[in-house]
């Protein structure tokens, strides 16, 4: 026992109202207990042929969820789960899940819808829609634990891919998921406008309420739990006065395995408009259920990530046409 | 056709009736439950412990003699001795407190005439909850079952059953004016009625009739029958001896709307 627990006399009275809130909430529970049994019942006494019966089974089943929901919600672990919101929680259970949804919705989900409106990432890349999971990154050697929607980042921490998690909240959210990072920044010139470039495509992720890992192979062939590296994360690497560059990350649930994935890297390769990456996701039938975003600009490691991946290297912008511009010493390397 | 003709007269004869639930709002606060009791006891006692202790000097002039009178009647806890091991915490006394528990303060009984009934020193002695018509059973009485709300129900002549009382409806009178009038016609002048809405709070659907239910409170007076009405008996009940008495078709129909 520990000193302090030995020489702390509690309060008079407090075993005695435990002992009694005990009480109240195991009648609480063999109310629950018995409304769980009678809805039961029901579900037994369905007729297997009836066209309604899943529906109907699904309907009761929710029922009888919410019911051990309600007495489960009492019991210490999960409210301590509610007081705490960074307290990890065994996903597996329905009573944790349902807490953790809620904490999710109440700050997250609003916060990422915030940024994604405010940053114009809808509708320049994806129409709207509703976020359902979590999906949250974790950058290699970047020390923020969970990064927020529209973080400028610098260039050097955005060189290799994040780590991924995507959580799922309801178990039919469960199944296989595709990542798409797209960037509707990249300066056009030509045409005096941007265009949409595919930095990232990942297919085929298994994703479970328990495995919430995005994983892929680096090298060979996906094993069981990996999903499939459709085309190679491209380091963003923003040009000098073209200002930020949204990188925008997209989750979509899919409906089946994807067929014919060999094609697919030339296909996001050619992607230049969001209209293409809007077709290739109704083509894929690929829904939207969770979306991150971070930015980047022009910084000092840029040249360092280009020099690094081989690319080419970058071009100046300035306010004044090339046309227009007049001669000077100052911008002859252009 | 003849069943079709019957349902057609039958729906033509349907008539509509003004039900009137009236009701005594509880006198004084509900009986506690075990977990309410032992809760507020908990919270008083952490309270009392978290409570500042006693300012003495504030009220008791140091050196006077009410302050010899007030130290007498207090127990001080004794203070923490050097080289002595306290296996339970040493004493924290300040102020002839122990900060540990809650500070247990005597005050002097106030002198009083305890045969002058209109001494300002005399103790408070609460009424008692339990009143001569709970003791008796008297169920006409208003004076019963304070903590609970209590409805008015009645017995009809015809079917000698209980009921609630209704009251069949003019053409061009409304709802709630009739009920309250047939309240009057039945109870006699002598009450304060105070009617909550002029819409029905149910309604009571039966083979020929349609009862709709206004819900109105007794705030003064008393119900006394009169000889005319159609009923020979009433009873003061709260909800939970109402379906002793009702029979169950009106009781599950009415259950929703009594506290």
Same mark, same amino acid.
Request: charged share 35%; glycine share 0%; no cysteine.
């Given at each position: 026992m520990s000193t302090f627990r030995r020489i702390y006399n509690s309060v008079p009275g407090i075993a005695d109202a435990y002992g009694a809130a005990q009480a109240v909430l195991k009648k609480i529970e063999s109310r629950n207990a018995a409304r769980i049994q009678r809805l039961q019942q029901k579900i037994d006494a369905l007729d297997p042929n009836d066209a309604q019966y899943e529906a109907r089974k699904r309907q009761m089943q929710y029922h009888i969820m919410q019911s051990k929901f309600r007495d489960e919600i009492n019991k210490p672990e999960f409210q301590e789960l509610i007081l705490n919101p960074h307290k990890p929680a065994p996903m597996s259970e329905y009573t944790a899940r349902e807490i953790k949804k809620q904490h999710w919705h109440e700050k997250q989900q609003m916060l990422l819808m915030q940024r994604l409106e405010q940053l114009h990432i809808i509708p320049d890349t994806l129409p709207t829609f509703r976020p359902k999971v979590d999906v949250s990154l974790r950058f290699p050697g970047l020390r923020t634990r969970v990064l927020e929607p529209g973080t400028i980042l610098p260039s050097s921490v955005t060189a290799r891919p994040p780590v991924v998690n995507i959580q799922p909240f309801d178990e039919h959210d469960e199944g296989l998921y595709s990542i798409i990072l797209v960037n509707?920044?990249?300066?056009d010139t030509e045409n005096d406008s941007f265009r949409t470039k595919v930095h990232w495509v990942l297919a085929d992720v298994p994703i479970s309420l328990t495995n919430t890992r995005v994983k892929y192979p680096i090298m060979g062939a996906p094993t069981e739990d990996e999903g499939t590296e459709v085309l190679q994360y491209i380091p963003p690497t923003p040009e000098l006065n073209a200002g930020f560059e949204r990188l925008c990350l997209w989750a979509f649930w899919q409906r089946k395995p994807i067929v014919g994935?060999?094609?697919?890297k030339t296909q996001f390769q050619n992607v230049t408009s969001a209209r293409q990456l809007r077709d290739m996701c109704k083509r894929l039938q690929l829904r939207p259920l969770g979306a991150h975003v971070w930015r980047n600009r022009y910084d000092r490691t840029t040249d360092s990530v280009r020099e690094q991946y081989g690319l080419p290297e970058g071009r100046v912008f300035t306010p004044i046409r090339i046309s227009e511009r007049p001669a000077t010493k100052r911008n002859q390397f252009n | 056709m003849r069943a079709l003709t019957g349902r057609s007269i039958s729906k033509r004869c349907m008539s509509i009736k003004a039900g009137a639930i009236l009701s005594r709002m509880p006198v004084i606060t509900k009986e506690l439950d075990d977990f309410e009791i032992s809760y507020y006891n908990y919270t008083s006692e952490l309270e009392k412990r978290l409570m500042w202790t006693f300012p003495q000097k504030f009220f008791f002039r140091p050196g006077s003699l009410a302050e010899r009178d007030f130290e007498e009647l207090q127990t001080r806890p004794a203070g923490a001795e050097k080289l002595v091991y306290y296996p339970f915490g040493r004493p924290d006394v300040v102020e002839g407190r122990d900060r540990n528990s809650k500070q247990d303060i005597r005050l002097p009984a106030p002198s009083y005439?305890?045969?002058? /009934? #209109?001494?300002?020193s005399r103790p408070i002695e609460p009424n008692s909850r339990i009143t001569d018509a709970d003791k008796k059973n008297d169920? /006409?009485?208003?004076?019963?079952?304070?903590d609970k709300p209590l409805y008015l129900v009645v017995k009809e002549k015809s079917s000698s059953s209980w009921v609630f009382p209704t009251f069949s409806i003019n053409e061009d009178s409304a709802l709630h004016t009739a009920a309250e009038e047939g309240l009057f016609t039945t109870g006699g002048p002598d009450m304060n009625i105070w009617t909550? #809405?002029?819409?029905?709070?149910l309604v009571q659907k039966l083979s020929e009739d349609r009862v709709y239910y206004i819900k109105s409170h007794i705030l003064a007076g008393s119900f006394k029958l009169s000889r005319s009405s159609d009923y020979i008996d009433f009873m003061w009940l709260s909800s939970s001896e109402i379906p002793k008495h009702v029979s169950s078709d009106l009781w599950n129909c009415v259950n929703k709307i009594l506290n």
């Open positions: 509707p920044d990249i300066a994935i060999e094609d697919l | 005439d305890p045969e002058d /009934k #209109s001494s300002m169920l /006409k009485s208003l004076e019963r079952a304070l909550v #809405s002029n819409t029905p709070a």
